[in-house]
């Protein structure tokens, strides 16, 4: 792939966040001489909260143009090919930012998730999109040569968990205003790595490459 056609790559990728739940709430006690929980005055009852983690899963997509929105899945959405062309890519999903960019002249690469790899996606994509890394010439697991996922994603996790989360509502808040501060300066040196990446995979037969990189 030439220079120029790396510039006008669009690299895509789903993450999963949770809210940060510390402490370990079957151990918490309540220690009152009363009989029955109604005894005990309103303010000295502790709240109850949630046994298990809660997460978000977000989807974005960057380039050498610049980066897409975030886009938050809906909880509970089952991300098959359906949802994954209609919400993440269609409608205010990806590609609208995508084009808003690029215009019409870009190449997508997704990871290897099962709804982007499915003929209902691919048919999406050759009809939706002017040029796109087709399944069976990319890696199913390839995390190693996805920009977003070995450099963006490290770095707005730092920025996200400096502060303590406390609700999927402040999660998403927290994600919006990180997002933003994601440079382009950041992204074009995570997509520079790119190339060089690559030619390490092959390399290396498809085998990890982290103990090759600098």
Not at 13 to 35: C, G, H, M, W
Not at 38 to 67: M, T, Y
Not at 117 to 138: D, G, K
Request: net charge positive.
């Amino acid at each position: 792939m030439t220079a120029d056609k790396m510039a006008q790559t669009w690299f895509s990728y789903e993450k999963l966040f949770t809210v940060q739940t510390p402490t370990n709430t079957e151990n918490d006690r309540i220690y009152a001489a009363v009989s029955n929980k109604r005894d005990v005055p309103p303010e000295r009852l502790l709240k109850g909260r949630k046994h298990f983690c809660q997460s978000i899963l977000v989807s974005v997509a960057l380039s050498k143009h610049g980066k897409t929105s975030l886009v938050f899945v809906d909880r509970g959405a089952k991300v098959n090919s359906s949802y994954y062309c209609d919400y993440v890519l269609g409608g205010n999903g990806l590609l609208r930012d995508i084009r808003r960019l690029s215009g019409n002249h870009f190449i997508f690469q997704q990871d290897g998730a099962p709804a982007h790899r499915s003929r209902q996606t691919v048919a999406f994509l050759t009809a939706n999109v002017p040029e796109f890394i087709e399944p069976e010439n990319w890696p199913t697991n390839s995390p190693d040569l996805n920009s977003v996922d070995y450099c963006i994603w490290g770095a707005l996790q730092q920025l996200v968990y400096r502060q303590k989360i406390r609700d999927l509502d402040h999660l998403k808040r927290v994600l919006t205003s990180c997002w933003e501060q994601i440079n382009q300066e950041l992204m074009d040196k995570a997509i520079d790595q790119w190339m060089d990446r690559i030619s390490l995979v092959i390399w290396a037969k498809g085998w990890h490459i982290e103990q090759h990189l600098n």
